[in-house]
């Protein structure tokens, strides 16, 4: 992973761009081909998939004007040319995303075969490679399987507040009794499972399935197991842990805890042999389970422990003899509708090498692992049988060098390995993960050594689609902390912390954060999901929770959290272009207006909100919030102007979703609150808002709520508080850092926002890479502040910071009116202070570039557009005469044009390629 985070002084200043002009060529191949935008998946629920692909070429200004899909039920098929299922003819259109499947009904277990062709202005191009996708189980009449548990507790369990339930081993044998063609499992193991068949592991997953309210929806995930199947007896077998379903705490705060009961599986395998016979395994009555395997207990926030000397030889292989175990139960549903997972699973995503291994006192060691992580470590160990090996988890060291646990709460975070003690050991545990740096190891047999455990990084497979790095070394580390902390927080759902009592997904964490997060990590299915979990959780009246899933029943009615619902939807249209979201959750999110409007607006002005501008750096070290009035900026101006700014979002969904009706009550309603607004918290003599805070004054900056002529007087009251008052520091808290640093740049004070983004005293990002963090605190002060709320992975404080990072330092920014990067907006703040930035990202449409130098008084600003895209560049220049292209004068082309000169830059559209702007000498 390379970071880079560059920006530059202005300056009179060349701009170079590198091109192909030396290697023509007109091959465009279709790259990236993907449905729902995913590869290859199988089992899916959507009954018209949407199919995207990429256009590659080293040609510059590719740009496709039709496409011909096919989509076959066979190869075989496909490969003749034969679209049995859909063939779409030639389209004339540059949409190149999101082509809803148009042919024949598509019903379950359906198998389907596509490819595209593509046409450009040169010409007609060859076929891509065949793609595939597989129908899930569309009915639920197509689901025989019968959900299967132990609902029961063990003389070793606890199902206390601090609850320990041992794992579940499911078993049974079947027969294949002919040749075998297909065979597809079904799977939906709550709250985790592991599938084994003849005693191999299904699949590379880990904490699978992804979480859900459960009294709401069930995922499934869909196996291909045919080369795992043999002809005869065959075992297949699954274990499952708590996950969310059996909650962390049990018995405690009922009004608080969301817990479902004990673990249950609904399992179907389907097999076709070559003679068209068909046979079905299912869950049910029929099946042997135990509750005495290796392990014992298994809790997200406590540990796993797992006794090797309670292994069980044999047990998921035919041969076993399971006529002692018990008979498996037929247990409740759990409630919700089964559909499958269209989200990629967890995976290991990465391994770390520890960097070293301390002795701190007598059998204890303390192993640092050079980076706050999230996931778990293996162990390699050799020992005598029955000798426990405990490890516990920490994010830092007290100073005699202990684990600092301060901060983790009622957490225990402790796994024990107890050893077989036949030959050297390997062992991580199965259904939980852990938030670390530090992991004190007691009582290993022998030396441990850095040799003999791995650190395995867990989190929902995505890929990194960003890259950033600059001359700035601190923007680069806070770059690289931001990236440990959103991956750490990805499980399925975006978390707020990987390793206290809490992991829980707060929805105001994420209101812009999602969008940063989306230039790093390809993000759009996880926060697709999560907008359905959201819409899950709102309640018959229209409340929207704080948490969703509602794991903890948190329905404060605020506008700053639950507004989060619509910032995502919004996000997903802009980064990739995917309107669907908005489509499908927009009864949702007008019910939920209505029901704020209805319950707490009180001539206008919202009165109701729960956390103010959360966060905000206290006026003494040691506190968590602020107690200093002038440092809070007033809750209903918060929740007004955020009201607002939704009342601005779902005009533009109504639109975008067909509901035009409904944008004349939602812009007259928004001019009424907008009047109440100015009236109750505008000062008209001083130009400000409220008692001034940085927050109070930029929201409605960034709404739009400013009286005409009044923006310039409003904004320099925030340059004012925060240069003079706050001497050149940060002073707002979650709401108002999440229209901080793109606002300062809009309104002509990059130089401030590098100055936020690049010192290293407190307060700033800086100055918790300054004190050794590796992530993201949950705090300013998050080193001296009360343990009681102090996570060290936490990325609700970045607010806009990454969003600024690739647009306003990278220049990489889509346009609103065509998103999803179908036209490129590149405008870099070249500001003081950077002499370099490098950024790229792999958007829908393909990778984009943009990477400048700056030297003296001239500027070089590579760049890459992707095919099938076009990019505006703001070239800081005199006049156009003064901007070469690799090293010559740019003549007005197809593929450069000359737009206008526009505040001190000269503005070209330029169409897909590479290519070297300079400016200067």
Known sequence: MKFTSPIIALCVVAITFTSFRDKPSTAVQLVNLRTEMLTNPLGIDTRKPRLSWELASDQRGVEQVAYNVLVASSPSKLAANEGDLWNSGKVSSNQSIHISYNGKPLHSRAECYWKVKTWTKTGENEWSSAQHWSMGLLEKTDWQAKWTGLDKAFPWDSVTKMSRLSARYFRKNFTAPKQLQKATVYISGLGLYELYINGQKIGDQVLAPAPTDYSQSLLYNTFDVTNNIKTGTNAIATVLGNGRFFAMRQNYKPQKWHTFGYPKMLLQLEMVFTDGSKQTVISDGSWKVTADGPIRTNNEYDGEEYDATKEIPNWNYPIFDDRKWLDAQLVKAPGGRVVSQMTPPMKVME????????????????????????????????????????????????????????????????????????????????????????????????????????????????????????????????????????RGNYKGMPIDCPQRNERQPWLGDRATGAYGESFIFDNGKLYAKWLKDIQQSQTAEGSIPDVAPSFWF??????????????????????????????????????????????????????????????????????????????????????????????????????????????????????????????????????????????????????????????????????????????????????????????????????????????????????????????????WNGNTANPSMNSQNHVMLLGDLVVWYYENLGGIKTSTENPGFKVIEMKPSFVEGLTKVHASYQSVHGLIKSEWNKTGSSLKWDISVPGNAKAIVFIPASSSAAVMESGKAIPDTETVKFLRMEAGNAVYEVGSGSYSFSTGK
């Open 554 to 779: 948190y329905y404060k009615d605020n506008v700053t959290w639950p507004g989060t619902y619509l910032m995502i939807a919004n996000m997903l249209y802009n980064q990739y272009g995917d309107k669907q979201p908005i489509i499908d959750h927009y009864a949702s999110m007008k019910k939920w207006m209505k029901y704020m409007q209805g319950k707490y607006m009180t001539n206008y002005i919202v009165t109701k909100d729960s956390y103010g501008d959360w966060c905000v750096p206290p006026e003494s070290p040691e506190l968590i919030h602020s107690k200093d009035s002038s440092r809070i900026t007033d809750p209903q101006l918060l929740a007004t102007a955020t009201y607002y700014h939704m009342l601005q979002l779902m005009q533009r969904f109504a639109t975008l979703s067909g509901q035009t009706a409904d944008v004349p009550g939602y812009a007259a309603l928004a001019e009424k609150v907008k009047a109440a607004f100015q009236k109750k918290f505008y000062n008209p003599e001083t130009k400000n808002y409220s008692n001034n805070t940085v927050t109070a004054n930029i929201l409605p900056l960034a709404f739009k709520m400013v009286p005409e002529g009044a923006d310039e007087a409003v904004f320099q009251h925030i340059v004012d508080k925060t240069m003079i008052e706050n001497k050149g520091h940060i002073s707002t808290g979650v709401i108002g850092t999440q229209w901080l640093m793109r606002w300062l740049t809009k309104y002509g004070r990059a130089d401030i926002a590098f100055r936020l983004a690049s010192i290293r005293d407190y307060p700033s990002w800086g100055y918790m890479a300054e004190n050794g963090a590796t992530t993201i605190w949950e705090l």
């Open 351 to 486: 391994t770390l090498k520890p960097v070293s291994v301390k002795q701190l006192r007598g059998d204890t060691v303390i192993m640092d692992m050079g980076q706050n992580m999230a996931g778990w470590v293996r162990m390699k160990v050799k020992g005598d049988r029955g000798r426990k090996v405990t490890l516990r988890f920490a994010e830092s060291l007290t100073p005699d060098g202990g684990l600092y646990t301060a901060n983790l709460r009622d957490a225990l975070v402790t796994d024990v390995y107890t050893l077989r003690g036949i030959g050297e050991e390997t062992w991580a545990p199965s259904f939980v993960y852990h938030g670390f740096r530090y992991v004190e190891i007691t009582n290993y047999p022998g030396k441990a050594g850095v040799g003999d455990f791995v650190g395995e990084v867990v989190y929902d497979q995505m890929q990194t689609t960003g890259t950033f790095e600059t001359s700035d070394r601190t923007i680069n580390q806070i770059h690289k902390n931001a990236y440990w902390g959103i």
